[in-house]
């Protein structure tokens, strides 16, 4: 099953700042399946398209990919999810 590791600086609280930079990590524990696209929404608004961010060349396990999220005024809902090679 593929998961997605939020760095623990995540910040959880307010910030002035109208973007947001992190560093995410996937990584993919089943034999023989490897790591396909990486989502990330904020505020509902896909960040790299509906069809996520590519990563299906690398058939990698396990990958990192620094990320700048565009923030709204006032709260913001940051979603991040991958899909493994089995869909």
Known sequence: VPEVIIPANF???ATQSNQLKLKIKAKETLPD???RKIYVTVNGNPVYGKNG???????ATETSLDITLPLNT???QVKISCLNSRG
């Open 11 to 13: 910040p959880a609280t």
């Open 33 to 35: 399946t490897y790591l």
């Open 53 to 59: 961010y590519d990563i299906s060349k690398k058939n």
């Open 74 to 76: 006032g709260a913001n």
